[in-house]
């Protein structure tokens, strides 16, 4: 493996001295002369027509001085997944109907918030309640309550794969099992609630600071509800306080009420939603019923699988449509499989909407599939490990869903996570004692590197960076990707600096302003690294090739025999033959008349469903309190093959923040509803894993330099999410002999199953 003076070395992200110091602005932060502040009056109902709105009242309060409702817009429809008209099903304020309770009706634009609180009050909805209904398979019986007409059944999306012949290849294995797995509704939880800032100026441009992971969609989607040119429009995103999927549906009404508002108010508007909005009203993880049914050789070669999987998808479409789909295809990772079926249905019901959650899909359908090959192992009397070694996708393979390997680190990860873990003695140890009960349990996964398709139409590249030279040797980088937390503003300074020879110091970021920043298609998919970090390897390329060519002039050399490296430009061999990086730009403009280097680099991938993919093996060690159910997960043993580790602190940042939600949604995590109304919506009633519950976390990074990331990187945001939750599943199992098949495991299942097991 090629040593680097950059790339692969555990450096601090750039931006974290100004968090540290207090000095980074995000949203609410941000302040304008005369601002104004939004609130935004939501649905008391689950599904009910909107016969009358009077915001008269309201209006006539002192400090008020805007009230908007859907008559106020264009009552034209907005949805991410622009390409098909079927999934754009939801106004940015309600026009004719609510279909959940939570659903935005009006908005307030006041001198303070107080007034703003008091003319909600004010505002008088007439409503006529409809039939809802809340479960999705009820949602599809014929006589159901119809969500939206043009879903007939209720049926937002359906998607059908087939590969092979998996009714033939069933009579062929020598085991089949089925079984059913649930899993429950969970939110984001991120530190951030959802806020805007809008303002127009006197050339009727509009500007808008928001919390957003996708600000190119934002631009595009409130052009479209706005009746506007979306290049009037410019998106901002400052520092952003978490997403993790929950903010890359590209507008919401918390965008277009502060846009709306501050028109009718001629001043700027700011709206931040309440803790209790984010938990009633946002995006949330779709629940799934998953029937698998699997096919095995007595050796343990998985043959054949049979899936189908019902989302309760709630009022809108948001990105479940690809929640779907991509819970057909993950099933194809990491394991190898010739026969395939996949049934889904995506089922509107009158409770919040779901979308895009990290993993997107994969942590429900890597519960059941590493869940039931458990229990298939166990009933071949095989070790799981040999078996996943067994079955693993590996280089130059094809999964069932047509996802090309084009590197696999999988058989390693197991193998050293297993010898870590003290696997094979650890797994046969007798659970003597009579009060608790120690288990041990393997998960496995494997994720894309981003999707190699568009939500919209476009011709913009996935992603696009541009890089101009400063007099002074300082390079200034222009990326439309979304740093949200994740570190990828220090990624792009990384790769340019390590390709131009400079000190990361030296690498001056703007990103995510639609006004000076190309377009990206947003920070969604896990393609950040791949897609943002090739664009600007692109370009820094690009800097580099015209910076030699200067250079080698000035040799008498070929541009060939030049390397970049502290800060010189030097001929291989003889590094008294130099420049320094300052020269290099100033003799750069002299020979182009002044012009300053401007270079831009741009990436889109090479596959249409993704480039390629990370895969990880994570062993998890758990202890049971067999009086009272409590469960205490003590240790991860991971392995992960996210190609070339960047920054290996980071990507261990990465896996740990995944353990950490993995854990929660495996065993507390639960957004409760009854009738449509959610029952817990606060970090005390939701019930987050805390730091004092985190488990030891033992990583070791499996290095495969994949040929299509930038330096051999693939992504590592996500895909180390799925294997969390089945490890744990796995190890409460092998502790007490008790197999939970719906999420979270609670105590009072573990205790229940007990009792089960006894009779």
Known sequence: MKEYR?????????????????????????????????????????????????????????????????????????????????????????????????????????????????????????????????????????????????????ISREHHMKKGDPDRAFKECDLVREDTFTTQSAIHAYMEPRAALASWDLTDKLMVYTSTQTPYYVQQHLGRTLGMNPDNIRIIKPFVGGGFGGKSDGLSAVEFSAALLSKHAGRPVKIVCSRDEEFTAARRKHPASITMKTGVKKDGTIVARQSRAILDGGAYCSLGPLTTVLMGTFQTLPFRFEHFQYDGYRIYTNKPPCGAMRGHGGPQVHFAQDAQLDMIAEELDLDPVEMALKNGLKTGDESAAGFKIVSSGFAECLRKVSEAADWQDKKRTEKNDPKKAYGIGLGCGGFPSGAGFYFNKTTSAHSSVIIKAGEGGGLSVLTGASDIGQGSDSVVCQIVAEVLGLPIEDIHITSADT?????????????????????????????????????????????????????????????????????????????????????????????????????????????????????????????????????????????????????????????????????????????????????????????????????????????????????????????????????PITSGKILQGLKDKDR
């Open 6 to 154: 950059l790339i692969g070395k555990r450096l601090p992200r750039i931006d974290a001295r100004d968090k540290v110091k207090g000095r980074a602005l995000y949203t609410d932060d941000i302040s304008m002369p005369g601002m104004l502040y939004g609130l935004i009056l939501r649905s008391p109902y689950a599904h009910a027509k909107i016969v009358k709105i009077d915001t008269s009242r309201a209006l006539k309060l002192p400090g008020v001085k805007a009230v908007v409702t859907g008559e106020d817009t264009a009552k034209v429809k907005f949805g991410v997944i622009s390409r098909s008209r079927k999934f754009i099903d939801e106004y940015p304020l309600a026009v004719d109907k609510v279909r959940f309770i939570g659903e935005e009706v009006a908005a307030v634009a006041a001198t303070d918030p107080d007034a703003a609180m008091e003319a909600l009050d004010l505002i008088e909805v007439e409503y006529q309640e409809l039939p809802a209904v809340f479960d999705p398979e009820e949602a599809q019986k014929p006589g159901a309550p119809q969500i939206h007409e043009h879903a007939p059944g209720n």
């Open 515 to 743: 006004e000076i920043t190309p377009p990206d298609m947003g920070t969604y998919s896990s393609r950040v690294t791949v897609a943002a970090g090739n664009a600007a390897l692109n370009a820094a390329k690009a800097a580099r090739e015209a910076l030699f060519k200067v250079v080698a002039d000035k040799f008498e050399a070929s541009p060939d025999d030049l390397l970049a490296e502290e800060q010189k430009i030097f001929v291989k061999g003889s590094p008294e033959i130099y420049t320094s990086f300052v020269d290099a730009v100033n003799l750069y403009q002299k020979k182009n008349q002044g012009s300053p280097l401007v270079v831009k680099g741009s990436y889109n991938s090479p596959d249409p469903l993704s480039p390629t993919y990370s895969f990880g093996a994570y062993i998890c060690e758990v202890e049971v309190d067999l009086r009272t159910g409590e469960l205490t997960v003590l240790r991860y043993t991971v392995g992960h093959d996210c190609g070339q580790p960047l920054n290996p602190m980071s990507v261990e940042g990465q896996i740990e923040g995944c353990i950490s939600m993995g854990m929660g949604y495996a065993i507390s995590e639960d957004l409760r509803f009854d009738g449509g109304q959610t029952l817990n919506p606060s970090f005390l009633g939701y019930a987050m894993p805390t730091a004092n519950q985190m488990p030891k976390i033992e990583i070791t990074h499996v290095v495969t330099d994949d040929p299509h990331g930038p330096f051999g990187a693939k992504e590592t945001g996500e895909g180390s999410l799925d294997p969390v939750a089945p490890a744990i599943v796995n190890a409460v199992y092998n502790a007490t002999g008790v197999r939970i098949k719906d999420l």
